[in-house]
Nanobody
Framework: QVQLVESGGGLVQDGGSLTLSCAAS????????MGWFRQAPGKEREFAAA????????YYADSVRGRFTISRDNAKNTVYLQMNSLKSEDTAVYYC?????????????????WGQGTQVTVSS
């Protein structure tokens, strides 16, 4: 497993941008697909974006496709989520996760390491 620490959350106005970072420790980071999930108040945790270990394959939820970009820097053991054109419905706690596999996954059960989460609030 890897240890994950998210940062970069905060309060932003509707239409604004934020970039989340997830710093990983552990020697297996570069062999793992990474994902971002989010959980809004009163709702279940949902998939947002995922990226293969190589960084060449990406998956996005329909709700964020075209607005969010997931990327990674394996030299820095860090994965990012660039979020543009933010909407109030993007308000949630965002979690970084490391998968058991090297290809991206959308089901949270296929991830075995999780960060503590970072709050993103979009005000209208």
């Amino acid at each position: 497993q890897v240890q994950l620490v998210e940062s970069g959350g905060g309060l932003v106005q509707d239409g604004g941008s934020l970039t989340l970072s997830c710093a990983a420790s552990g020697r297996t980071f570069t062999s793992k697909a990474m994902g971002w999930f989010r959980q809004a108040p009163g709702k279940e945790r949902e998939f947002a974006a995922a990226l293969s270990a190589s960084g060449q394959i990406t998956y996005y939820a329909d709700s964020v496709r075209g607005r969010f970009t997931i990327s990674r820097d394996n030299a820095k053991n860090t994965v990012y989520l660039q979020m543009n054109s933010l909407k109030s419905e993007d308000t949630a706690v965002y979690y970084c996760a490391a998968s058991k596999f090297n290809r991206p996954r959308t089901d949270y059960s296929e991830y075995d390491s999780w960060g503590q989460g970072t709050q993103v609030t979009v005000s209208s």
